[in-house]
Every structure is written in C-alpha cells, then in structure tokens.
C-alpha cells in the first residue's frame, strides 16, 4: 500500500524507477551483447591482432567470416582494467555508474579518455562488471603503426580481460551497431506482419464462429426443452444419492457386530475365548481369558482394522489354572476397513 510521506512507495519499492528499469530490461533485452536476440542477429566480426585473425560472433569464437566489421585487440599495455561488485539495484543506471567511475579512474584527459564495459556475471545481489580506460590518441598511434589506419571509425577497438572481449567504445562499433538496428527492424517488420495475419485469421474465424453460434442456440433451445425431463430424473438420482450416503454413513459409525465377531474368533484362536463382547459404534468390549493375554493383545494390535488396542483393566492370572484374564478396548477404522 501507499504510504503517507512516501506517496511515491507502493509496498516498499520506489514506483518512480519503474520506467528506468523497464527501458533497463529492454536495453539489455535487445542491445547488451549477452543478448539472446543480437546472438542472432549482430553482425560477425574479423579480429585482428599481431601474427593471426579470428573471427568472433556476439562475443564467442567463430570460424573465419566473410564480413565488413573489423576489429583490432589492443595489447595489455595500453589498458587499464578494473573489476567491479555493483548492488543490482544500480542496474537501470549502469552507464550514468560506468561514466562516473571512469571519470574517477581514468589518468588521461577527458576528451582523450576511452572506455568498455561488460557484465560477466550477476546473482540475486549484485552485478560483476569488467571495466577498461585507455588513451584514444594512444590507441590511434598503435593502430596507425600496426596496422596502417589513421581512420578512428574505420575498425572497432577491443581488449580482452580474464578471458571476455569488452568492445572500447568510441571507434568503428557504429557499424556493427547500425547493422544489427537494420535487422532488428527488418525481424520487427516480420513479427508485426505475423501478428497482424494472425488478426486476420482470428477476424475471419470470428465471423465463421457468429454464423455456428445462431445454429448452436437452435440446437440449445430444442435440447433445454428436451432436458426438462432429464433433469426430473436428475433430482430423483439425486434423492435417492442421498439416501444411500445416509444409509453409508450409518454402516461406517455402526459396523455389524457379527462380522467383527467372527473376525475376533479367527484371530483369538484355540487358546483363548471370549466371555464378554459388546459393541457400541466403533468400539467394541471383550473380556475374556487366555493362555498369553500379552500375547493375544499384540497379535490384535497388528491388524490394519484395528486403529487402537487397549487394555481395559491389568491383565492377571488366574489361580490354578494357566490362563489369564483380560479385559480389552478395540477401536476400528471404519465399516469399509473391516
């Protein structure tokens, strides 16, 4: 709920950063380079660097392309690297964050300062990004020696730190960027044709469905005049349902005492017998004696219809004989279980 002085919360999070954090999550949707979507659909790049070439697809290794994009690595010399531990909660404002802490590290003057950075990792806590600075009349002179280009948008600049390739924004990346906006509109154009073939398609069953529906409601009125007797014979099931969940009802409290006698008599056996039985709903009352009551009372115990076996009154023996007396309580389950 809003609260009085922070009319601005809902719930405790800040309404006023949703738009920063939906443009956040389309950003990285369509334009960060771990993007599924620019997998796809960015250009190759051939990058070059002292004695070889390799081509290089959204950030991985590919095989050698045929491709207008280049790039050149620069060595680990002319940059300088830094890994930071960013709270997620700066993830709408990574490049304002980015842009003030180059401008905090960074040796070089403003106007010669260049730079990249690259999300490598993130958990439900913050984000791990790899960050490099470099002097862009430095980097020019090393590229105009190695590799004869005066033409800073002629070829993009990358670096690779800890094994991920971070573009150094500032040189040829426009081109790649351009090519990969003409195929995202060119997948837009598609998606929104689908879309709107899909409409037409959907339209078009719309007036085929109004046409069955008058057919179905002549079909209802003919079958609701038709179910008025049905229904009759629905109440009448429906009564006599009724009737026998009571009569059911009734058979589970008050299970038939004769079946649970002739149960008792083939679990007690030769050695004991019953001088007492009664049985009011799910319990029942046996006395009676045995040659081992201990023993009986256990055997009973372990039947599954039996949910508790009780004793009612000490068990004792009787003198001069080498029986025993008991008195025990029996709960059954149910009528179903016994």
Known sequence: ???????????????????????????????????????RLDEPVLLHSPGSE???????????????????????????????QLPLAVEAELDSVVALEVGAR?????????????????????LDLLMVIASKSAVMTYVAQQYGSHDAGAQEVWAEIDGSML????????RRAALYRRRLGRVSMMIGLAFALLLLIVA??????KLELS???????????????????????????????????????????HR?????????????YVERFSMQGLEIDLRGRAVNAAVMMQRLSEQPDYIKVTAASPIRRIPNTNQEQYHLKITLGSAQDA
Request: proline share 5%.
């Open 1 to 39: 709920m809003f609260e009085s002085g922070q009319n601005w919360e809902l719930f405790g999070y800040d309404m006023r950063n949703v738009g920063r954090h939906w443009l956040a999550a389309w950003r990285d949707c369509l334009w960060s380079y771990d993007s599924p979507v620019r997998r």
């Open 54 to 84: 390799q081509g290089y697809h959204a950030g991985e290794p590919c095989p050698v392309p045929a491709t207008d994009c280049t790039a050149v690595l620069l060595p680990d010399e002319l940059v300088l690297s830094r890994r930071l």
């Open 106 to 126: 960074s040796p070089f003057e403003a106007d010669d300062t260049v730079s990249g950075w690259r999300v490598v990792a993130r958990t439900d806590q913050e």
């Open 167 to 174: 573009v150094v924004e500032g040189f040829g990346e426009g």
């Open 204 to 209: 078009s069953a719309a007036g085929f469905k």
């Open 215 to 257: 057919q179905v409601q002549e079909m209802a009125t003919r079958i609701q005049s038709e179910a008025a007797t049905a229904s009759g014979h629905r109440a009448t099931l429906g009564q006599a349902n009724e009737t026998i969940s009571v009569i059911n009802e009734l058979a589970a409290r008050y299970p038939n005492p």
């Open 260 to 272: 649970e006698l002739a149960r008792l008599t083939n679990l007690l056996g030769n050695d004991a």
